[in-house]
């Protein structure tokens, strides 16, 4: 790796002999861009901090399954509402209880946390490679392939997303249950991420078909496919190479919008339910009677931790933009 | 297409730093005060203890009208009425839910009602409404003779005749009356569950009528009913809401549920069902006949779709029109409870008592693993009540539950709580354990149904836990809110447990014992949810029903409730249902009636 | 330009009826019989059978879906509850009502919010983003670039729930949101809907700044915008009369699909507040299992976002003449 930091800030691509790629590029840029490497820490935090939840609650003590109400019933009152101001805070619970059955706040976040991203990195996983795909293919072998496509997206885009989410969610998540037994988690879960991943694919897919569309007229595609190479060849070594910025750039976007959205499902009940926890139940929690009119501290909890991964992320995706692509930023 | 970002950098440093402040100074206004202290209830202990005497059968003095006024009373004024749901039946034969009884109260009458003997709605006795005396029996309770009092009149000005008394009773077999009380129909017929129908299989519109030897109506004013066995609660049943007369000459059949023929002291003036309703002035009600109602508001104005959130709110703004409402029906939500009851203010226009129902577990003994008593007893040790008391507003809202006989109903035992859940409401894990091992079913699968709604899926979570702690494999499974009591009302369900509530429909345990524990009723959509049939059960059930004397009733029923929770463990009491419910500040007579479960809308006035 | 407008208003079409055959799919999946709820206490297989008759469920799929679009169009009267006017969507399941009818009922409350919102962050949004632009590099630049990153990061489920609990019921000094008809009380239409527009345009508004910043300060380095400059027009001239509009087409795109979210039934929104408008409508019908009701509802809102689609393309034209129309 080159050593970027030692290299003088003023005008590295001034220096002409050392010969780098855009890859290279783009990182020492990025590199330079304090709000962008700082906005990186703050979510590779959370990322570590969902990561590590169960290792964090084993060291701290409690989790977020316990009903502390019933294990502790001096805590809360009848209603389950903490006794002690601030929603119960103490160094025993560093924020606080759940107002209702009393689950562990710290630990509830955490968890709820590592949930939340764990669905919606699936889900910008899955959106990627069906967008890249789709529009690639699209674009490159154009035809009926493209018309085709392209009037799915068109089709697609015309759902109300959110709508078609809540009425789904429940004939998804009906298909595997048991008479018996509880609807596992891992079966909301999948359902949660097949439902955004089939309306989450299109505008990405829209992108780099028309990036595709064009890089078929470059030369370097009709020299590849005047000297023989297959077209599964020239799309992997030649094509794929060229959209990796816009799919890093959207992918970026997209993940934060993921959040948001799967903590919108949560919050309107079809989501993850109790006792998993989840980011958007919190707030669903955080929106009930007994919290904004008893214990409003509870829900600045869920709200400013979301704000701050919100506002993190969207800070890098600026930074990870204007690394790729210096001229569009000033 | 999507707009392009484009932000200059030091713009993006400054974003960074005034996130920060922004941050914090969101944490800084989010403090908050802990829970509410919670008072005694003294009230409601005393509201149990008069529950516990019994309710007399008022002779031809009390029976006659005018009522006794409300104190401080007057006339005029106009009330608004905030409901949940709005009424989806307004034929008497067809009610019977609690919010619908509530409403018949002013615009319905019977042959007899309740009338409230003091000013608190705790004490009362059954009086002749529409007929002259509570009823007359000369060979203990199989044969019944009621009289119409002179000059009762329909809203129209005709007169309430014994022919319509007839018609009320004899339409209550056609099909198209199914959701009403099905008691006096079983009675006449003497057969139980659905078989009455054939008694009069198209009810009187194919012209055929009920024989006299069953229903004899010997002139204008003159009802006998005869029944093949006694029927001492007669009278009680007469005064339930589905058995307020229905006009003969008025009778639209289904069209009847949207418009009835009224004959209380307010009529109909407009009704947009699932929007609103107004109630005017009957002036053809003579208060001279009813020692009941009160003709006190000039105008009730109903607004429905209020859920218990919307109707506080608006109560406890108090300005305007917001002065003068109340809702029959809803309580105080469980966000707003413990604050209202904090404020002498606000608590000052509160009433507060019980409800009828007593919540329950039902462990449904047709599935196989359930069948071990051993195992139902680790679930009643082990089984925490208090999720289910938080889950709809603590104490003031749930009172854990010793029996299944309410504290209104005659038969209650304060004392009685075999498995400790008053001293250890959060279970006793150590204990249940202990039996699930000697059962030898340590991680027994347990299915447990709840109902999907926020508290459900609150108490349940938390009930889980508990149940785990003792050893159980517990498996929640959602039942949805509206088709609930259909699921686990089938007798094949694939739950071993889950949660049901039944009030009494008046105050003798044989409207709870039998229809939830007599083995020989266990059908799909019966209330025998846990499915027991036990021969000792059914024994007594049969020797308790045909008691005249109430007191030696009450204990024998309450002995079979003690059986069946302490020897049978079929099913597991949770709490009785109290409810809070508050009134605006310009509202009169205020009062908590036992029997209605509810604010009494007979005796409100506007100050 | 007409025929744009009709081409595109029948591929709308198509996607609507395909719309309708997948929604139509998707709710017989649904876990629940529909006729369970009316039965009543006394159910029995008999009733349970006569009400799949009369909701027409009895039927096949595709007959179903034949009638459903055959009312659509033409109306409809074979229902027990009165006859359907087009366009039919039938009667709801759970409350008895015409379905269009109960659209339209609900409609003006989703209306309102979403046009009042729109009117107070379009403002607040691009004035601030306009300013910010004139005034680059400054501290109100950046003081309102970075709040309004906060801002566009926040969620309604969130702020909304804040809102209420801080402004109605600690400090009293808002009402609780309510919808009063416009036409009966203007005053109690305003007031009652203050808290849901404030709320909603502030997470709007803030894009809004971001995006009327950057494309303003994008357009400013336009070529033609230069030489107007060169030819030695005075920055606010060339500033107000030039660049503004051409910065306004990434914005109208944006908005297009705002409003068409928005008119379609806002449901975390109306949820959040306890408005009973489009997209409160739609949660109720999944609740209830209400699959005339949901079919309207989705049909509606897909129709919204078609018809946005297609005005957002037609203005286009008229803001950027270079904007051709292909």
Same mark, same amino acid.
């Not at chain 1, 050593?3 to 050392?18: C, T």
């Not at chain 1, 962008?36 to 901090?49: P, T």
């Not at chain 3, 357009?219 to 400059?229: P, S």
């Given at each position: 790796?080159?050593?970027?930091?030692?290299?003088?800030?003023?005008?590295?691509?001034?220096?002409?002999?050392?010969?780098?790629?855009?890859?290279?590029?783009?990182?020492?840029?990025?590199?330079?861009?304090?709000?962008?490497?700082?906005?990186?820490?703050?979510?590779?935090?959370?990322?570590?901090?969902?990561?590590?939840?169960?290792?964090?609650?084993?060291?701290?003590?409690?989790?977020?399954?316990?009903?502390?109400?019933?294990?502790?019933?001096?805590?809360?009152?009848?209603?389950?509402?903490?006794?002690?101001?601030?929603?119960?805070?103490?160094?025993?619970?560093?924020?606080?209880?759940?107002?209702?059955?009393?689950?562990?706040?710290?630990?509830?976040?955490?968890?709820?946390?590592?949930?939340?991203?764990?669905?919606?990195?699936?889900?910008?996983?899955?959106?990627?490679?069906?967008?890249?795909?789709?529009?690639?293919?699209?674009?490159?072998?154009?035809?009926?392939?493209?018309?085709?496509?392209?009037?799915?997206?068109?089709?697609?885009?015309?759902?109300?997303?959110?709508?078609?989410?809540?009425?789904?969610?429940?004939?998804?998540?009906?298909?595997?249950?048991?008479?018996?037994?509880?609807?596992?988690?891992?079966?909301?879960?999948?359902?949660?991420?097949?439902?955004?991943?089939?309306?989450?694919?299109?505008?990405?897919?829209?992108?780099?078909?028309?990036?595709?569309?064009?890089?078929?007229?470059?030369?370097?595609?009709?020299?590849?496919?005047?000297?023989?190479?297959?077209?599964?060849?020239?799309?992997?070594?030649?094509?794929?190479?060229?959209?990796?910025?816009?799919?890093?750039?959207?992918?970026?976007?997209?993940?934060?919008?993921?959040?948001?959205?799967?903590?919108?499902?949560?919050?309107?009940?079809?989501?993850?339910?109790?006792?998993?926890?989840?980011?958007?139940?919190?707030?669903?929690?955080?929106?009930?009677?007994?919290?904004?009119?008893?214990?409003?501290?509870?829900?600045?909890?869920?709200?400013?931790?979301?704000?701050?991964?919100?506002?993190?992320?969207?800070?890098?995706?600026?930074?990870?933009?204007?690394?790729?692509?210096?001229?569009?930023?000033? | 297409?999507?707009?392009?970002?484009?932000?200059?950098?030091?713009?993006?440093?400054?974003?960074?730093?005034?996130?920060?402040?922004?941050?914090?100074?969101?944490?800084?206004?989010?403090?908050?005060?802990?829970?509410?202290?919670?008072?005694?209830?003294?009230?409601?202990?005393?509201?149990?203890?008069?529950?516990?005497?019994?309710?007399?059968?008022?002779?031809?003095?009390?029976?006659?009208?005018?009522?006794?006024?409300?104190?401080?009373?007057?006339?005029?004024?106009?009330?608004?009425?905030?409901?949940?749901?709005?009424?989806?039946?307004?034929?008497?034969?067809?009610?019977?839910?609690?919010?619908?009884?509530?409403?018949?109260?002013?615009?319905?009458? +019977?042959?007899?009602?309740?009338?409230?003997? /003091?000013?608190? &709605?705790? $004490? !009362?006795?059954?009086?002749?409404? @529409?007929? %002259?005396?509570?009823?007359?029996?000369?060979?203990?309770?199989?044969?019944?003779?009621?009289?119409?009092?002179?000059?009762?009149?329909?809203?129209?000005?005709?007169?309430?005749?014994?022919?319509?008394?007839?018609?009320?009773?004899?339409?209550?077999?056609?099909?198209?009356?199914?959701?009403?009380?099905?008691?006096?129909?079983?009675?006449?017929?003497?057969?139980?569950?659905? +078989?009455?129908?054939?008694?009069?299989?198209? /009810?009187?519109? &194919?012209? $055929? !009528?009920?024989?006299?030897?069953? @229903?004899? %109506?010997?002139?204008?004013?003159?009802?006998?009913?005869?029944?093949?066995?006694?029927?001492?609660?007669?009278?009680?049943?007469?005064?339930?809401?589905?058995?307020?007369?229905?006009?003969?000459?008025?009778?639209?059949?289904?069209?009847?549920?949207?418009?009835?023929?009224?004959?209380?002291?307010?009529?109909?003036?407009?009704?947009?069902?699932?929007?609103?309703?107004?109630?005017?002035?009957?002036?053809?009600?003579?208060?001279?006949?009813?020692?009941?109602? !009160?003709?006190?508001?000039?105008?009730?104005?109903?607004?429905?779709?209020?859920?218990?959130?919307?109707?506080?709110?608006?109560?406890?703004?108090?300005?305007?029109?917001?002065?003068?409402?109340?809702?029959?029906?809803?309580?105080?939500?469980?966000?707003?409870?413990?604050?209202?009851?904090?404020?002498?203010?606000?608590?000052?226009?509160?009433?507060?008592?019980?409800?009828?129902?007593?919540?329950?577990?039902?462990?449904?003994?047709?599935?196989?693993?359930?069948?071990?008593?051993?195992?139902?007893?680790?679930?009643?040790?082990?089984?925490?009540?208090?999720?289910?008391?938080?889950?709809?507003?603590?104490?003031?809202?749930?009172?854990?539950?010793?029996?299944?006989?309410?504290?209104?109903?005659?038969?209650?035992?304060?004392?009685?709580?075999?498995?400790?859940?008053?001293?250890?409401?959060?279970?006793?894990?150590?204990?249940?354990?202990?039996?699930?091992?000697?059962?030898?079913?340590?991680?027994?699968?347990?299915?447990?149904?709840?109902?999907?709604?926020?508290?459900?899926?609150?108490?349940?979570?938390?009930?889980?836990?508990?149940?785990?702690?003792?050893?159980?494999?517990?498996?929640?499974?959602?039942?949805?809110?509206?088709?609930?009591?259909?699921?686990?009302?089938?007798?094949?369900?694939?739950?071993?447990?889950?949660?049901?509530?039944?009030?009494?429909?008046?105050?003798?345990?044989?409207?709870?014992?039998?229809?939830?524990?007599?083995?020989?009723?266990?059908?799909?959509?019966?209330?025998?949810?846990?499915?027991?049939?036990?021969?000792?059960?059914?024994?007594?059930?049969?020797?308790?029903?045909?008691?005249?004397?109430?007191?030696?009733?009450?204990?024998?029923?309450?002995?079979?409730?003690?059986?069946?929770?302490?020897?049978?463990?079929?099913?597991?009491?949770?709490?009785?249902?109290?409810?809070?419910?508050?009134?605006?500040?310009?509202?009169?007579?205020?009062?908590?009636?036992?029997?209605?479960?509810?604010?009494?809308?007979?005796?409100?006035?506007?100050? | 330009?007409?025929?744009?407008?009709?081409?595109?208003?029948?591929?709308?079409?198509?996607?609507?009826?395909?719309?309708?055959?997948?929604?139509?799919?998707?709710?017989?999946?649904?876990?629940?019989?529909?006729?369970?709820?009316?039965?009543?206490?006394?159910?029995?297989?008999?009733?349970?059978?006569?009400?799949?008759?009369?909701?027409?469920?009895?039927?096949?799929?595709?007959?179903?879906?034949?009638?459903?679009?055959?009312?659509?169009?033409?109306?409809?009267?074979?229902?027990?509850?009165?006859?359907?006017?087009?366009?039919?969507?039938?009667?709801?399941?759970?409350?008895?009502?015409?379905?269009?009818?109960?659209?339209?009922?609900?409609?003006?409350?989703?209306?309102?919010?979403?046009?009042?919102?729109?009117?107070?962050?379009?403002?607040?949004?691009?004035?601030?983003?306009?300013?910010?632009?004139?005034?680059?590099?400054?501290?109100?630049?950046?003081?309102?670039?970075?709040?309004?990153?906060?801002?566009?990061?926040?969620?309604?489920?969130?702020?909304?729930?804040?809102?209420?609990?801080?402004?109605?019921?600690?400090?009293?000094?808002?009402?609780?949101?309510?919808?009063?008809?416009?036409?009966?009380?203007?005053?109690?239409?305003?007031?009652?809907?203050?808290?849901?527009?404030?709320?909603?345009?502030?997470?709007?508004?803030?894009?809004?700044?971001?995006?009327?910043?950057?494309?303003?300060?994008?357009?400013?380095?336009?070529?033609?915008?230069?030489?107007?400059?060169?030819?030695?027009?005075?920055?606010?001239?060339?500033?107000?009369?030039?660049?503004?509009?051409?910065?306004?087409?990434?914005?109208?795109?944006?908005?297009?699909?705002?409003?068409?979210?928005?008119?379609?039934?806002?449901?975390?929104?109306?949820?959040?507040?306890?408005?009973?408008?489009?997209?409160?409508?739609?949660?109720?019908?999944?609740?209830?299992?209400?699959?005339?009701?949901?079919?309207?509802?989705?049909?509606?809102?897909?129709?919204?976002?078609?018809?946005?689609?297609?005005?957002?393309?037609?203005?286009?034209?008229?803001?950027?003449?270079?904007?051709?129309?292909?």
């Amino acid at each position: 790796m080159v050593d970027g930091d030692q290299e003088p800030a003023a005008a590295p691509e001034a220096k002409v002999p050392v010969g780098r790629s855009p890859g290279q590029l783009m990182w020492l840029r990025f590199k330079r861009d304090r709000t962008g490497v700082i906005s990186a820490y703050v979510v590779l935090l959370f990322f570590l901090v969902g990561l590590l939840a169960p290792l964090i609650a084993k060291l701290y003590g409690n989790n977020p399954y316990t009903v502390y109400a019933d294990e502790r019933p001096e805590l809360f009152d009848s209603a389950g509402v903490p006794v002690q101001p601030n929603g119960g805070i103490s160094g025993e619970f560093w924020f606080g209880l759940e107002p209702g059955n009393g689950y562990d706040v710290f630990t509830k976040l955490l968890y709820g946390i590592r949930n939340s991203l764990g669905i919606s990195l699936a889900v910008t996983l899955a959106t990627v490679l069906t967008g890249i795909v789709l529009g690639v293919a699209a674009g490159y072998l154009g035809g009926r392939t493209d018309f085709l496509i392209s009037r799915v997206i068109d089709f697609l885009l015309a759902i109300p997303a959110q709508l078609f989410f809540i009425a789904s969610m429940p004939v998804v998540v009906s298909l595997f249950v048991s008479p018996r037994d509880e609807t596992p988690v891992y079966v909301r879960v999948v359902a949660l991420i097949s439902v955004q991943w089939f309306l989450g694919w299109m505008s990405l897919g829209r992108i780099l078909r028309g990036t595709s569309l064009a890089l078929r007229e470059r030369e370097f595609i009709e020299a590849a496919k005047v000297s023989g190479a297959p077209p599964g060849r020239i799309i992997r070594k030649e094509i794929l190479p060229n959209v990796v910025t816009p799919i890093l750039v959207q992918a970026t976007y997209m993940l934060p919008n993921f959040v948001t959205a799967e903590a919108g499902l949560s919050f309107l009940g079809v989501g993850l339910v109790e006792p998993t926890p989840d980011w958007g139940q919190m707030f669903s929690k955080a929106a009930t009677e007994l919290v904004m009119q008893n214990d409003i501290t509870y829900m600045f909890f869920p709200g400013v931790s979301m704000i701050i991964f919100i506002v993190a992320f969207n800070l890098l995706g600026d930074s990870v933009r204007d690394a790729f692509d210096p001229k569009t930023a000033r | 297409m999507g707009g392009k970002r484009v932000m200059g950098k030091g713009g993006r440093r400054a974003y960074a730093a005034l996130s920060l402040v922004a941050a914090g100074a969101l944490v800084l206004s989010g403090c908050s005060e802990g829970g509410s202290k919670e008072g005694s209830n003294k009230d409601d202990k005393e509201n149990a203890q008069r529950q516990q005497s019994s309710i007399d059968f008022g002779d031809a003095k009390a029976s006659t009208g005018p009522a006794t006024e409300v104190p401080g009373a007057k006339p005029g004024g106009a009330v608004t009425v905030l409901q949940r749901d709005s009424y989806a039946h307004l034929d008497p034969g067809q009610i019977y839910v609690s919010d619908e009884m509530a409403l018949s109260q002013l615009i319905h009458r +019977g042959l007899t009602g309740y009338k409230a003997t /003091g000013e608190d &709605g705790k $004490k !009362h006795e059954v009086v002749g409404d @529409l007929a %002259t005396d509570s009823g007359t029996t000369t060979d203990g309770g199989k044969t019944w003779k009621y009289t119409l009092k002179d000059g009762v009149k329909w809203a129209d000005g005709s007169a309430i005749t014994a022919t319509d008394v007839r018609h009320t009773f004899e339409r209550l077999f056609a099909p198209f009356v199914a959701n009403g009380p099905t008691f006096i129909q079983q009675w006449l017929a003497d057969t139980p569950g659905t +078989g009455y129908r054939d008694l009069l299989k198209d /009810g009187p519109y &194919g012209g $055929k !009528h009920l024989p006299d030897t069953v @229903l004899e %109506t010997p002139d204008a004013k003159t009802v006998v009913f005869k029944f093949k066995k006694a029927k001492p609660d007669l009278p009680y049943a007469l005064a339930m809401a589905g058995y307020s007369l229905v006009s003969k000459a008025k009778d639209t059949k289904e069209k009847y549920d949207k418009a009835p023929m009224t004959a209380g002291p307010y009529k109909i003036q407009e009704f947009k069902s699932g929007k609103s309703m107004v109630l005017v002035k009957n002036t053809n009600w003579d208060p001279k006949t009813d020692p009941i109602r !009160h003709q006190y508001i000039d105008r009730f104005t109903f607004a429905f779709n209020k859920q218990y959130e919307d109707s506080t709110k608006a109560i406890l703004d108090d300005s305007g029109a917001n002065a003068t409402a109340v809702s029959f029906n809803n309580e105080v939500d469980a966000g707003n409870l413990s604050k209202v009851l904090a404020d002498a203010t606000l608590k000052s226009r509160t009433v507060a008592g019980y409800q009828p129902y007593v919540g329950q577990i039902d462990i449904n003994l047709t599935q196989k693993e359930m069948q071990d008593k051993t195992v139902r007893e680790a679930i009643a040790y082990a089984l925490p009540i208090t999720p289910f008391v938080r889950a709809y507003g603590g104490t003031a809202a749930r009172e854990v539950a010793g029996g299944l006989i309410s504290p209104t109903v005659s038969g209650y035992n304060p004392n009685f709580d075999p498995f400790g859940k008053k001293k250890k409401p959060a279970g006793d894990p150590v204990k249940a354990e202990e039996l699930l091992e000697k059962a030898g079913k340590v991680g027994l699968k347990l299915t447990f149904g709840y109902i999907n709604t926020p508290e459900g899926q609150q108490y349940s979570t938390a009930m889980a836990a508990g149940l785990e702690k003792a050893g159980f494999d517990v498996q929640r499974q959602e039942i949805p809110a509206e088709t609930y009591y259909d699921q686990v009302g089938k007798v094949k369900n694939n739950f071993d447990i889950y949660h049901t509530a039944w009030g009494a429909d008046w105050p003798s345990a044989s409207t709870v014992i039998p229809p939830l524990y007599d083995g020989r009723q266990i059908q799909d959509g019966a209330a025998n949810y846990s499915h027991v049939n036990d021969p000792k059960v059914n024994a007594d059930i049969d020797k308790a029903s045909t008691i005249t004397d109430p007191i030696k009733a009450a204990e024998a029923w309450n002995k079979i409730n003690e059986y069946i929770v302490k020897d049978v463990v079929s099913n597991i009491p949770t709490a009785y249902y109290k409810q809070t419910q508050i009134a605006g500040s310009k509202i009169g007579g205020l009062v908590y009636d036992d029997v209605i479960g509810g604010i009494d809308p007979r005796r409100l006035f506007v100050k | 330009m007409l025929r744009f407008l009709l081409r595109r208003t029948l591929g709308s079409l198509v996607i609507l009826v395909l719309l309708t055959v997948v929604a139509f799919l998707l709710f017989f999946g649904m876990p629940r019989d529909p006729a369970l709820l009316m039965c009543g206490k006394t159910c029995t297989p008999d009733a349970l059978a006569n009400i799949h008759r009369t909701l027409g469920i009895d039927k096949s799929i595709p007959e179903q879906f034949w009638i459903f679009l055959q009312g659509l169009v033409a109306g409809r009267d074979d229902f027990a509850q009165g006859p359907c006017p087009a366009p039919c969507f039938g009667y709801s399941y759970h409350t008895n009502e015409q379905v269009w009818s109960t659209l339209m009922d609900r409609l003006p409350l989703t209306v309102s919010l979403a046009l009042g919102a729109t009117v107070v962050f379009l403002f607040v949004g691009l004035g601030t983003g306009m300013l910010a632009a004139w005034r680059r590099g400054t501290l109100i630049d950046k003081s309102f670039t970075a709040g309004s990153m906060v801002l566009s990061s926040m969620q309604i489920y969130f702020l909304g729930p804040l809102a209420l609990a801080v402004l109605v019921y600690q400090t009293h000094l808002f009402d609780e949101p309510r919808y009063t008809e416009l036409t009966k009380d203007p005053v109690a239409w305003f007031t009652g809907l203050m808290i849901p527009w404030v709320v909603l345009s502030t997470i709007f508004a803030a894009q809004y700044t971001r995006m009327a910043r950057s494309s303003m300060i994008e357009q400013l380095q336009e070529e033609h915008i230069r030489t107007a400059r060169a030819k030695g027009m005075s920055r606010r001239y060339v500033f107000f009369r030039y660049a503004w509009r051409g910065s306004l087409i990434p914005i109208v795109t944006i908005l297009g699909i705002d409003l068409s979210s928005m008119l379609g039934g806002a449901i975390i929104t109306e949820y959040t507040f306890g408005l009973p408008g489009l997209g409160h409508l739609a949660v109720e019908s999944v609740q209830f299992s209400d699959l005339p009701l949901l079919l309207g509802v989705m049909l509606f809102a897909a129709a919204v976002i078609l018809l946005c689609n297609i005005v957002v393309d037609a203005c286009y034209a008229f803001i950027d003449p270079r904007v051709r129309l292909s």
